[in-house]
């Protein structure tokens, strides 16, 4: 069973930035998505970015610009940047690898 455990969520005003780190219990294959989803109150869970070897990263276009993904298999995390936040990125951000899912950290963006 695949453990994912994030941090890094918090409280940021408009315009600033964070970044979301995942550590995976097991090890991660790199042909295997791993990457980030979100979930806003009464939506459903999105895509933000996700990666594996081979391809270039994904994006939502909401994000596309402002985030980064990157990964680090020998190290089995994934790590988001986020920067230029907008209150309407305010989300529980999930991460995802395979068909495992973290508990979740909470992000929101306000003055």
């Known amino acids: 069973q695949v453990r994912l455990v994030e941090s890094g969520g918090g409280l940021v005003q408009p315009g600033g930035s964070l970044t979301l780190s995942c550590v995976s219990s097991?090890?991660?294959?790199?042909?295997?998505?791993m990457g980030w989803y979100r979930q806003a109150p009464g939506e459903q869970r999105a895509l933000v970015a996700s990666m594996r070897s081979g391809r270039d990263p994904t994006y939502a276009d909401s994000v596309r610009g402002r985030f980064t993904i990157s990964r680090d298999n020998a190290k089995r995390t994934v790590t988001l940047e986020m920067r230029d936040l907008k209150p309407e990125d305010t989300a529980v951000y999930f991460c995802?690898?395979?068909?495992?899912w973290g508990s979740g950290t909470q992000v929101t963006v306000s003055s």
């Open positions: 995802k690898y395979a068909d495992f």
């Open positions: 097991e090890r991660t294959g790199s042909l295997v998505p």
